[in-house]
């Protein structure tokens, strides 16, 4: 196969764009390639075979004229690079059956001539292809004799069979050989593997045609289980090996279709239409060189779109680089952003460096959740194990990254494996072997810590994660172990400033805002501690620990205050209310009071009560009540209450909700609304 030699690379990506610019300029818009950029080609369709002639003779037996088929070294010369190899232009078109056809019950005879052994110039057809059920068991008739005349009759006739052709998309015409062929038995004369060759071409595009129509319908899954199927069939086909890129590309399996792009083009050099698709995979990961590359070998000319892409893309990922060396992390959040925004939306790199801008920024749950995305694709699968990001080799960033996160969230044993995995891939980087050391110093002085602080010697334990602090000033998990010991010890002031400390690093961080709302009680700062347990009743409501410390800063700070608090209460079960007067002093006491206006024998109320008794104890902090409508008409009649269940929720005695026949989301949002 001759290939057009591939123009010399550009040496730039500014050269690459100009060069393109100019070669677009001169061409007109419809030489290029139709469906060029079509993730799967249009299978083009084969041409016909030429119409088989043919002559019956007195004896029954039929005598068919063929044009002579091209050598079988043709099939594999004659490539397409659509994205399909089409039909060869002798095989028969699907659903034809040219080259013989019965008559009575005599025996099929190919000849080369146009009359059946009229002539002693007449010759086998080694090169004849039949596509039919020749014989119901796969097994061509001999070949003729170089000379025939009369006294050398032809074979007697067989028996009649009919054979029966089921419904369906099958390629009839292939079936006996298949039989024989599956049977083991292979090939006796060229002639037959000619015909088993020319089978597995009409089933190979037979099953590409089916992948492409489930392609074309969003199916990746079952379009890549057919073009699996074709390439078992044909292996070494560029072709196939790009389609089957593309259904990789639909399941986002990046990596796997970089691969099989390269497969494709180790087959077939000049294929134009891999290293289209593999410029624009490389763009996607933010492989700026490879993508060049690939888009400098595309012919007739690179895409003007995917050259832009690249360029943007280059351009940004340059200024985040340089505004990391300068711990610029603002610009690298905005660059690394715009990087991904551009078109490198699959790069695990730039994730990473998003990540660890987040991080530096102290928006660590951002951070966590940007490191885990760029975890989740197979960098490695597609890049070479000598790309350099930042100065670190290939993987090596994204451990180091994923450490720096870990530790920042605690995870100090996660943090140590990525380092150790980070030092192994790059042992001489020296940001890499200064984040080793640290995340061992901060990942021991932990662990003594909490050693320590489990054995009650709380003074050496503070000064453990004293230590870890030293090498990691930001860890809000060690200000926060910290904060425990120092309140232990009674030094409140001093767990309070640490509890702060780590609320700047990690606002909502729930184990700080805890000490530090205990702190503050005491010291008798009862207006902090109610704000801070408001806060923690609003991030964990099912929290009994939590409604119970709020429920006692509450009747602390009104007591403080000179306010009468001995009706309050805590917990328990709903209380039942069975007269006016009780009604009247339940629902005038401080906090929130909740009634339910039932009875027993209502089948909603009957529903809704064990929600009603869950929410009791789900937030202890609130009166439940209940009024049977039928034993305490009166409080029923003074309340307005004509549907059954009502409830009303009264705040320090006033009124503020009141709903008839609620779900059991819309009640309990409602208790958690006015209960915190």
């Avoid at 593999?278 to 888009?295: K, Q, T, V, W, Y």
């Avoid at 280059?314 to 300068?326: F, M, N, S, Y």
């Avoid at 006016?580 to 024998?601: D, I, K, N, R, Y």
């Avoid at 929720?649 to 059991?664: A, T």
Wanted: net charge positive.
């Amino acid at each position: 196969m001759s290939h057009r030699p591939p123009a010399p690379m550009p040496d730039t990506l500014s050269d690459a764009f100009a060069a393109a610019v100019l070669l677009s300029s001169t061409d007109k818009p419809d030489t290029l390639p139709p469906g060029r950029l079509s993730p799967v080609s249009p299978l083009p369709h084969s041409s016909k075979l030429p119409t088989p002639s043919s002559s019956s003779g007195s004896s029954g037996s039929v005598s068919v004229s063929r044009a002579p088929l091209a050598p079988a070294s043709g099939l594999a010369s004659r490539r397409s690079h659509s994205g399909e190899i089409p039909l060869p232009s002798d095989a028969p078109p699907r659903g034809a059956r040219p080259g013989h056809r019965r008559t009575g019950s005599g025996p099929l005879i190919f000849t080369s001539g146009t009359s059946a052994c009229s002539s002693s110039a007449t010759s086998p057809l080694t090169n004849a292809l039949p596509a039919g059920n020749i014989y119901p068991s796969g097994r061509l008739t001999k070949p003729l004799p170089s000379s025939c005349s009369a006294a050398t009759p032809p074979p007697p006739p067989r028996a009649t069979r009919h054979d029966v052709l089921g419904s369906g998309t099958a390629n009839y015409g292939h079936g006996s050989i298949v039989r024989s062929r599956c049977g083991g038995a292979a090939p006796s004369t060229e002639e037959d593997a000619m015909v088993m060759r020319a089978m597995s071409v009409a089933d190979r595009e037979e099953v590409k045609r089916a992948g492409n129509e489930q392609y074309k319908k969003g199916c990746f899954e079952e379009a890549l289980r057919l073009y699996d199927r074709a390439l078992a069939m044909c292996p070494d086909n560029a072709a196939c090996r790009g389609n089957r890129a593309a259904a990789l590309i639909g399941l986002r399996r990046l990596g796997e279709a970089v691969k099989e792009c390269e497969e494709a083009l180790r087959i077939d050099p000049s294929y134009g239409r891999a290293h289209q698709r593999l410029a624009s995979l490389h763009i996607r990961l933010g492989h700026i060189e490879d993508a060049l590359r690939h888009l400098s070998l595309v012919t007739p000319q690179p895409d003007l779109l995917e050259l832009h892409r690249l360029q943007t893309v280059e351009k940004h990922l340059g200024r985040c680089v340089d505004a990391r060396k300068v711990g610029d992390w603002k610009s690298v959040l905005r660059e690394s952003n715009a990087a991904i925004a551009a078109g490198a939306d699959s790069s695990a790199l730039l994730l990473a460096a998003r990540a660890e801008a987040l991080l530096r920024l102290n928006h660590i749950d951002e951070a966590d959740l940007a490191i885990t995305s760029a975890s989740k694709f197979d960098y490695s699968s597609s890049c070479s194990p000598d790309t350099k990001y930042c100065g670190f080799l290939a993987n090596a960033y994204l451990f180091y990254v994923h450490a720096q996160v870990d530790m920042a969230l605690g995870r100090f044993d996660h943090a140590v494996s990525s380092v150790d995995k980070a030092r192994i891939i790059d042992p001489g980087n020296t940001e890499v072997v200064t984040m080793h050391n640290k995340v061992k110093a901060v990942a021991r002085a932990r662990s003594l810590g909490n050693e320590l602080f489990n054995s009650g010697n709380f003074s050496d334990a503070c000064l453990a994660y004293g230590e870890g602090l030293k090498q990691h000033p930001v860890n809000s998990v060690l200000y926060c172990n910290r904060a425990a010991c120092r309140f232990n010890l009674g030094q409140w002031e001093k767990s309070i400033e640490d509890c702060n400390e780590a609320l700047k690093i990690k606002p909502n961080y729930s184990k700080a805002l805890l000490r530090r709302a205990a702190s503050y009680g005491k010291m008798e700062r009862w207006v902090e501690a109610v704000k801070d347990y408001e806060v923690l009743r609003k991030e964990l409501p099912g929290d009994t620990g939590v409604a119970e410390a709020y429920f006692h800063a509450q009747v602390a700070l009104k007591s403080s205050r000179g306010e009468e608090v001995s009706n309050m209460k805590f917990g328990g079960e709903v209380e039942a209310i069975t007269g006016m007067e009780q009604f009247q002093m339940a629902t005038s006491l401080p906090g929130v009071s909740v009634v339910h206006f039932m009875t027993p024998l209502n089948q909603q109320c009957c529903k809704i009560s064990p929600c009603v008794n869950t929410l009791c104890t789900r937030y202890p902090s609130v009166n439940f009540l209940k009024v049977d409508v039928n034993e305490s008409p009166a409080v029923a009649r003074a309340e307005n209450v004509r549907t059954i269940p009502t409830f009303k929720i009264y705040k320090n005695g006033v009124r503020v909700k009141e709903m008839i026949c609620p779900s059991q989301q819309l009640l309990e949002y409602s208790v958690r609304h006015y209960g915190i």
